[in-house]
Structures are given as structure tokens and as C-alpha cells.
T-cell receptor
Framework: QKEVEQDPGPLSVPEGAIVSLNCTYS??????FMWYRQYSRKGPELLMY????GNKEDGRFTAQVDKSSKYISLFIRDSQPSDSATYLC?????????????FGQGTTLQVKP | DAGVIQSPRHEVTEMGQEVTLRCKPI?????LFWYRQTMMRGLELLIY????????DSGMPEDRFSAKMPNASFSTLKIQPSEPRDSAVYFC??????????FGSGTRLTVV
């Protein structure tokens, strides 16, 4: 079993739709949770990060962590064609190899005009 | 800030040849990571350094792979000899805090 599981998609939605992207993780020691966005032929870029459980909002993006169910979500409101990209969740623990991020497989999102 | 700089952007080489990928991290960042990305396996951590010292190389697939960081502003990933299954996009990333990575644009390696 992978430490972080993510449905690779692809996910196709019409412009303006609400998008929900999800990951599950297996290690209860994971405390930091991140979402990266990767455009085609580019490196991943940090979109949002959260610590422990709860919600964090940034414009049209909301990151949600539920540690009780080991579930991470990213919501995109009023999705735009420019949101078309691959979204990767990532996590790490607070102990041990603290520099090491574990990434999900990535979900490819297409927003159609 | 020019970001993380990787070279070359593309590399096509024949099986058995030596390949060297280069990375210049962001100035002041004390962590440097090498990742490999393929469609099948996603983003895999190969090795990472903290203050130029290798911390975890458990992701290096085999002895054909080696990485060095001779100073805070330069790192190399070498594959010798290269094989077709090494074909992938190799990313370098750096971080100051250990959890907010900045990735380079990657090197697309094709081994024929």
C-alpha cells in the first residue's frame, strides 16, 4: 500500500464548476499537508499547505484535512480553464526525515470552457 | 530570484552512456531534493541533502545512480551506465524550511 493514495483521474469539468480533489494517507504521524499544481511540462508549484486538521482558504481554493479519517481534500470554486493542470497532494511527518515529502500520484484536471 | 535552475532541459542519450544532470538551488535554501517523475510511478524521491550532506538516499534505484552536492549552490545527479528504463523527467527542488519546496523546470531524459 502506498503511503499516499490519489486517484489519477482524469477529471473533466465545465467552467464554473466546483472541483473536489482528494487523497488518503496511511501514516498517522503525518502532520503537514500540501497541495501542488503542475502544468504540462513544468515543475510542481506549491499551491497551499496546512498543518494538522481543519480548513484553509485562499481565494477560490480551500484545503481541508481530516486526520481522523486520514483524508485530504482540495476544493476549487468557480473553476477556470487556467486551472487545468495536475494536482498533487503531499505530506510529511514532524519527526525523522522531516525534510522528506511523500507525494500522491497526482490528479489530472481539465476545465472546459 | 531566478528560482531553481536545472540543466539541460532535454537530454537524449544512447543506452550505456553516462548522463549528468545539474541543479542550482535557490540561494539560502538548505535542503535540496532530486525527484524522478514517470506516468507509471508518479513523483519519486531519489535523494535529498541538508546543508550539502546527503540525508536519505534510499530512493536511489541502484548503484548506477549517484548524486553530489559539492557546495551550497550546485548539485549533480549522475547515471552511469544509462538504461532505457531511466527515461523520465528528473526534478530538482530546494527548500529553506523543509516543507515548502520550490521545483525546477526539470530535465526530460530519454535513453534510447
Amino acid at each position: 500500500q502506498k503511503e499516499v493514495e490519489q486517484d489519477p483521474g482524469p477529471l473533466s469539468v465545465p467552467e464554473g464548476a466546483i472541483v473536489s480533489l482528494n487523497c488518503t494517507y496511511s501514516n498517522s504521524a503525518f502532520q503537514y499537508f500540501m497541495w501542488y499544481r503542475q502544468y504540462s511540462r513544468k515543475g510542481p508549484e506549491l499551491l497551499m499547505y496546512t498543518y494538522s486538521s481543519g480548513n484553509k482558504e485562499d481565494g477560490r481554493f480551500t484545503a481541508q484535512v481530516d486526520k481522523s479519517s486520514k483524508y485530504i481534500s482540495l476544493f476549487i470554486r468557480d473553476s477556470q480553464p487556467s486551472d487545468s493542470a495536475t494536482y498533487l497532494c503531499a505530506t510529511r511527518s514532524t519527526s525523522g526525515n522531516t525534510g522528506k515529502l511523500i507525494f500522491g500520484q497526482g490528479t489530472t484536471l481539465q476545465v472546459k470552457p | 530570484d531566478a528560482g531553481v535552475i536545472q540543466s539541460p532541459r532535454h537530454e537524449v542519450t544512447e543506452m550505456g552512456q553516462e548522463v549528468t544532470l545539474r541543479c542550482k538551488p535557490i540561494s539560502g535554501h538548505d535542503y535540496l531534493f532530486w525527484y524522478r517523475q514517470t506516468m507509471m510511478r508518479g513523483l519519486e524521491l531519489l535523494i535529498y541533502f541538508n546543508n550539502n550532506v546527503p540525508i536519505d538516499d534510499s530512493g536511489m534505484p541502484e548503484d548506477r545512480f549517484s548524486a553530489k552536492m559539492p557546495n551550497a549552490s550546485f548539485s549533480t545527479l549522475k547515471i552511469q551506465p544509462s538504461e532505457p528504463r531511466d527515461s523520465a523527467v528528473y526534478f530538482c527542488a530546494s527548500s529553506q524550511t523543509g516543507y515548502g519546496y520550490t521545483f525546477g523546470s526539470g530535465t526530460r531524459l530519454t535513453v534510447v
